[in-house]
Every structure is written in C-alpha cells, then in structure tokens.
C-alpha cells in the first residue's frame, strides 16, 4: 500500500477514535490529530500545512502537560519534537519536520497510554 495513502487511513482513523476518548484526554487527542494530519502534508510535501498543524498540536500538548502528570517526560519530549517539526518546517525541510511530528505523535500516544 503506498505510504501516503497508509497514513491518511491512520489519520482518518486517529480523527474518528479522537472523538471517542474522555475529556481528561482531550488536549492529547487533539495534539495527536493535528500532528496526524500535519505529518500527511508533510510526505506530499506541505510544510507551510505541517507547520500549521504543528502548531495547532503544540497548543494542545502544553495544554495536556498540565494534565498528565504521570505521564509529563513523554509530553515534554512530544512538545519537544513538536517545536522542531515547526522550526524544519519553516524552513521548507518536509523530511525532517516529518520526522520530528512522528516521533511526537509516538511519545504523544505513550502520555495518553495509547
């Protein structure tokens, strides 16, 4: 299956099962739906798009410090990630933005136990 049909199914998907998570969630949810999204754009090549949903997601992952405690090191790292996806998308670098919002989806979902 080519890669970029694979992952808008995972982040179709990801909107779908967003919804269905508790309120207690909410931010990460939200920060992982936009970095689904953004990581999309940036494998056909939209970083301006990508920085967007970064952006959109970084909002939410601060939110969603403050509320998993227990999970704080994964969110600060997804943060992390996050702002450097920004940063390389800003400077047209797709590749390596696209990097950076994986890798924060991965500690994104390892906050919410996901």
């Known amino acids: 299956m080519n890669s970029k049909i694979f992952k808008s199914i ?5 909107l779908v099962f ?3 998570i508790g309120a207690a969630e909410h931010h990460a949810a939200q920060a992982l739906e936009h970095a689904a ?3 999309v754009h940036g494998d056909m090549g939209h970083a301006n798009v990508l920085t967007q949903h970064a952006k959109v997601a970084l909002k939410h992952a601060r ?3 403050k509320e ?3 999970a704080h090191m994964h969110m600060i790292k997804g943060v992390n990630h996050l702002n450097e996806a920004i940063k390389h998308g ?3 670098h797709a590749k390596i933005a696209t990097k950076h919002i ?4 991965v500690h994104i979902k390892a906050s919410i136990g996901k």
């Open 10 to 14: 995972i982040a179709v998907v990801t």
């Open 18 to 20: 967003a919804g269905a």
């Open 37 to 39: 999204v953004g990581s």
């Open 63 to 65: 939110a969603s410090e």
């Open 68 to 70: 998993h405690a227990e």
């Open 90 to 92: 800003k400077m047209n």
């Open 102 to 105: 994986n890798e924060a989806m």
